[in-house]
């Protein structure tokens, strides 16, 4: 129905007005427990060979909301009630933001992509704060990202005391916290972190506020092993750093296996997310489980063409333990939720694994 009828009507609207609407019937659906019900038997996939455990948390499945679908928190009830392992909301700054102008957000039907000029507009972290109750069903992941403004430049030490300040506010009422330090649509910040040293000056600014909840680090899609294990170093010093995750590529790098025309595309500014994606993050992906090793105490997070059980697949299999999803929405619907944990489950019988754990990492080799 959703690919028939729905996606049709939705896109006939500018993308950006048809996300909005999304939402607020997301949001409005979510108020009502049996609406909640109804939802989570549709959708949910319950099978213990899907469970999972990362950083401590317990997970029905792998299976994540990207951040980026709920900036400002409004539609956690219904979309934990999805058959989503874990969902995170956000990104969320310490301070309200507008981000970028409109338009900010562009289909590219021909790749089954979009392209995200958003320039992380939210609500900011003391307004969103009261919304964020953690679903029934999923694990309740926020995602932090410094204040997009010019009047707040990104210098020291305001750039760590920004993340504090939406970190003291927001980890009480999360599972885990994610902190995007590269968002690829917020110019003047994005490239903050790449003096690698910045990175540990965020996480003991951090210590202060005293996580007590895991911490992912969402890093730019380096594929430069040596990068990677200088942050992993860094890290090593801070334990309440759980994992990593892979941020999209800014702008549109020569990577990406694009059928959009050249012209189109430069109309449309931003970061490509969807398929085209995929090879690019693999590769990083599967750098960064050779550079943590089997054993460590870091998990991985990735997103990024997740548009079947087969792209789930192959990421759990280059060292994802979860793997997340926001672009499938918009070409296929909420079905493809259940479509790829059924096919996930086909999977693990193909290649002879008893749980999704087993399977993480068994191609990282290869």
Do not use: W
Request: hydrophobic share 40%.
């Amino acid at each position: 129905m959703y690919e028939s009828v729905v996606k049709p009507l939705l896109f006939r609207l500018d993308a950006e007005r048809a996300h909005e609407l999304t939402l607020r019937a997301a949001a409005l659906a979510g108020r009502s427990k049996t609406v909640r019900g109804v939802t989570r038997r549709a959708f949910s996939v319950e099978h213990e060979r899907l469970r999972t455990n990362v950083a401590g948390m317990s997970l029905a499945n792998p299976l994540g909301l990207a951040a980026g679908f709920d900036k400002n928190a409004r539609a956690i009830q219904i979309m934990g009630s999805m058959g989503f392992g874990h969902i995170e909301v956000g990104s969320i700054s310490a301070f309200p933001s507008t981000g970028n102008p409109r338009p900010r957000l562009f289909r590219l039907p021909k790749d089954h992509a979009v392209a995200v000029a958003y320039g992380v507009p939210n609500e900011g972290a003391e307004a969103i704060a009261p919304r964020v109750h953690r679903p029934e069903h999923a694990r309740l992941g926020v995602n932090l990202v410094k204040t997009n403004d010019v009047r707040r430049p990104a210098v020291e030490p305001d750039v760590y005391e920004d993340y504090a300040r939406s970190f003291e506010l927001l980890q009480p009422r999360a599972d885990y916290v994610t902190l995007n330090m590269s968002c690829p649509n917020s110019a003047g910040d994005r490239d903050f972190f790449d003096e690698l040293p910045r990175v540990a000056a965020l996480l003991d600014e951090l210590s202060a506020v005293a996580p007590c909840v895991p911490v992912f680090l969402k890093l730019k899609p380096i594929g430069d092993a040596g990068v990677l294990r200088e942050i992993v170093r860094i890290a090593d010093d801070f334990p309440f750093v759980a994992g990593f995750a892979i941020n999209l590529p800014a702008g549109k790098p020569s990577e990406l296996r694009l059928s959009t025309p050249p012209g189109e595309l430069a109309a449309k500014p931003g970061a490509v997310g969807g398929p085209p994606v995929e090879t690019l993050v693999n590769h990083v992906l599967k750098t960064l489980r050779r550079t943590i090793g089997p054993t460590s105490r870091y998990a991985l997070t990735a997103a990024g063409g997740v548009t079947s059980a087969d792209a789930a697949y192959r990421k759990i299999s280059l060292g994802a333990d979860l793997v997340q999803l926001y672009t499938g929405l918009i070409y296929r619907g909420p079905r493809l939720v259940p479509t790829i944990l059924d096919g996930l489950l086909r999977r693990l019988d193909a290649e002879g694994h008893d749980t999704v754990s087993a399977a993480i990492g068994t191609h990282v080799d290869s």
